[in-house]
């Protein structure tokens, strides 16, 4: 599913303890921000995660989503990757139907997709794509009329583009 | 040195300077009560946990200094939320340290457990469940730092039985490290400068002073900037008193119920300085029709204020007193670089002149009707200190005491503002006793709050805190029957209380305060110089008042505030500013 029309991604330097994540959901919920979707990890730095959210910026402005965040004690640094300066990548695991008569076909588009088989049964196969969220899209929706049987998304990840051009804007107000 | 870790955690509020703390102990919290004994904290025993909030609130509230509320798990920590939820709307600063079953127990749906730092995560500032002894000290010195600096707020720590019992070394940190909280207290330099410039150039401007003021005992500052640029001030719900209202240049009360000079002169001003203000829907009315012409210069501590509701063509992040401060040398500059003030002349004749024509005012009672609320406080107001801390509940009450009191110093009125807790007035009066044991604390009460939490009296009676009660009881929910009258075409749904029951004064007595009753206006004076004299034990007056009253001016809910309606004997006023 492409995001709204209008998004931003918020990477959030957390620090890594519990119930952090909870904090920043129950602020999305009582706030009334839309999170289109969500991904946390531990960085490098294991005192720290990070949270890459991707917000519906229609509804509410980046503004407000980012100073209301900044008040959590928890969050330590906010960054705005404007989807045309950054890189975002995203993974995708499906099992699909592969029956020995469309296997070859399935096959042959995650070869297109450059994605990788991680199993196979007798009717179905398990595939993965890593790729730009676009391209993920683009793949969803080829393999779906082959007969998805389960299939799960991790949510995008994101870092800012390589260029000469200043660095991200922290958020964190001055 | 071995404690356990309930003895560290009464050491540490020690530590923290804590003298007194409201609460009510029970099964998870009972190891933390044992250290008490020895402790040399005053604790005061409430009867329900939301009066320990209160009381907390109240103690806070006319300090400065964060109020410390401890009570046990499950229904306690439930039963405290209203006061965390009120602090938190009101910036109050305020540590409450909840029981918890022990830690192996969580989850498991124990006796008394509930999810305290989940159900208070969206009304603290921050909450912590303590999963180690040894956390407990650096815990508190974090809580009270988060608590107190800031915008100020709740915060709550939430300590399982086997936490408490557990043995720690003991340790007090020389500091906190909080590597996401850093809040901005220096204005910007730039901003500051651009500020006092739009200050000096606007004919028509007037200052929004908000609670910040009070937070950031920032009330000095604000007179020296009135008082050097000449500019009126406006001290909403939460700032009465910020600004003297005997002051030439205080205008008073803002907003829903805000006298018609103060609402009117906002809506027609050319700038408006919000100091520690947030723009609250309550004195904005409907947002679109608020102040059309004005710029903004907003300043506050809290970035997130900043645009919330309207964009502000001067935002400043910082700390009000430190950020009026500079703004007054900024201005002294300006003024000694030559700059001209604007001519504000005209502007101030306008304001003289909504003055003159919609004072606030009532009419006086016909022969044999009930008293005015408006007199009662009039004469209470006329009969008290001028340093007299007023408390009051939410409703009409609370509207007519800031209306009719004179708030002439800072941090003697105490009211629940953002959140409207009903109840609020004699558990956060008993709280401001405790803070201030030299002052006179009155609580104006409407029947109906009084019957929220009036049980608290017991804990002011057996702990020798003497508070005064002034019930205005009108036998109803009155704002609500207001509403059901103006909206509702006067079908009134559920709102009759009775005058006499409960007995007011049997109730009080009962309780071991004296109870007073007043039902003629010649009864007023009397009651309340009786009530004056009593400084060994609470007092409560039953003053029965007229139920037909209603609170003017009003700015219908969801209207601009051009839409403010003025008592019917004052309509018809035309010219300048009429509507």
């Not at chain 1, 990890?41 to 990070?50: L, M």
């Not at chain 2, 209470?380 to 007519?400: K, N, Y």
Request: include cysteine.
């Amino acid at each position: 599913m492409a995001p709204p029309q209008k998004h931003h991604i918020l990477s959030v330097l957390v620090e890594n303890k519990a119930g952090v994540l909870a904090r920043v959901a129950s602020l999305f919920a009582r706030r009334g921000f839309n999170i289109f979707s969500l991904a946390v990890a531990p960085t490098d730095d294991e005192r720290f995660s990070r949270i890459t959210i991707v917000v519906d910026v229609e509804a509410t402005s980046v503004e407000q989503i980012t100073k209301q965040l900044n008040k959590l004690i928890n969050v330590v640094r906010i960054s705005e990757l404007d989807p045309a300066d950054s890189v975002e990548r995203e993974l995708l695991l499906a099992t699909v139907r592969a029956d020995p008569a469309q296997r070859g076909q399935v096959i042959e588009l995650v070869q297109i997709f450059e994605g990788r088989i991680l199993a196979v049964g007798t009717d179905v196969l398990t595939v993965s794509l890593e790729g730009a969220p676009a391209k993920v899209d683009d793949f969803e929706e080829l393999l779906r009329p082959y007969g998805i049987v389960e299939l799960q998304r991790t949510g995008r990840v994101a870092l800012p583009k390589l260029v000469r051009r200043p660095r991200p804007r922290a958020l964190r107000a001055s | 040195m071995k404690l356990t870790g309930a003895q560290a955690l009464i050491k540490s509020l020690e530590m923290e300077g804590v003298e007194v703390m409201f609460g009510l102990p029970g099964g998870a919290i009972l190891p933390v009560y044992d250290p008490i004994i020895d402790s040399s904290i005053r604790h005061i025993l409430v009867r329900h946990e939301q009066g320990a909030g209160h009381m907390a609130e109240g103690y806070a509230h006319v300090t400065g200094r964060p109020g410390v509320a401890m009570v046990t798990s499950g229904p306690a920590a439930t039963n405290i939320v209203t006061p965390l939820c009120d602090a938190y709307m009101d910036s109050i600063p305020m540590v409450v340290i909840t029981g918890q079953v022990a830690y192996s127990s969580i989850g498991s749906d124990a006796f008394q457990e509930c999810d305290t730092t989940g159900i208070t995560m969206s009304v603290t500032k921050h909450n912590w469940l303590v999963t180690g002894a040894q956390e407990i000290p650096q815990v508190v010195k974090e809580a009270f730092h988060i608590a107190s600096t800031g915008r100020p707020g709740p915060v709550l720590i939430d300590v399982p039985k086997d936490v408490s019992n557990q043995l720690m070394d003991w340790y007090w940190p020389d500091t906190v490290e909080l590597p996401g909280y850093k809040p901005t207290t220096k204005g910007h330099p730039r901003q500051i400068k651009e500020a006092a410039q739009l200050l000096l150039g606007s004919r028509q401007p007037v200052i929004y002073a908000g609670g910040g003021i009070l937070k950031a005992r920032a009330a000095e500052a604000l007179r020296e900037l009135a008082e050097l640029t000449g500019i009126h001030v406006v001290t909403t719900l939460m700032a009465r008193g910020a600004f003297p209202d005997d002051h030439p240049l205080c205008l008073g009360m803002p907003g829903m119920h805000g006298n018609y000079t103060a609402v009117t002169s906002m809506q027609q001003a050319d700038l408006l300085i919000a100091l520690g203000s947030r723009f609250d829907d309550r004195v904005t009315g409907k947002v679109d029709g608020f102040a059309p012409a004005a710029k903004i210069i907003h300043v506050d501590v809290d970035p997130a204020e900043l645009g919330k509701v309207r964009r502000p063509d001067v935002p400043i992040v910082g700390d009000c007193r430190l950020v009026i401060e500079e703004l007054v040398t900024a201005v002294r500059d300006l003024l000694a670089g030559g700059v001209e003030p604007a001519d504000c002349s005209a502007w101030n004749e306008r304001i003289d002149g909504w003055r003159a024509k919609y004072p606030l005012a009532y009419e006086p009672p016909a022969e044999g009707d009930a008293l005015k609320p408006q007199m009662v406080l009039e004469h209470l107001r006329d009969s008290t200190p001028d340093d007299t801390i007023v408390v009051s509940g939410v409703g009409q009450h609370q509207m007519w005491a800031s209306q009719y009191w004179q708030f002439n110093h800072p941090y003697t009125w105490v009211n629940s503002g953002g959140l409207g807790t009903m109840g609020f007035a004699v558990p956060a009066a008993i709280g401001a006793k405790v803070g201030r044991p030299d002052r006179m604390v009155w609580a104006v009460d409407g029947d109906g709050c009084f019957q929220m939490t009036a049980q608290e009296l017991v804990t002011a009676s057996s702990e020798r805190i003497p508070v005064k009660i002034a019930i205005l009881n009108n036998a109803y929910l009155g704002m609500v029957r207001q509403w059901q009258e103006m909206f509702y075409d006067e079908r009134y749904s559920e709102v009759y209380l009775s005058p006499d029951l409960p007995d007011y004064v049997k109730w009080a007595e009962a309780m071991g305060c004296v109870g007073l009753r007043a039902e003629t206006p010649e009864d007023i004076q009397p009651v309340i110089d009786k009530a004056n004299e009593i400084d060994d034990r609470p007092v409560v007056v039953d003053f029965r008042t007229d139920s037909r009253e209603k609170v003017y001016p009003m700015v219908p809910a969801g209207q601009s505030n051009d839409a403010i309606v003025v008592p019917p004997f004052q309509e018809g006023r035309h010219g300048e500013g009429g509507h």
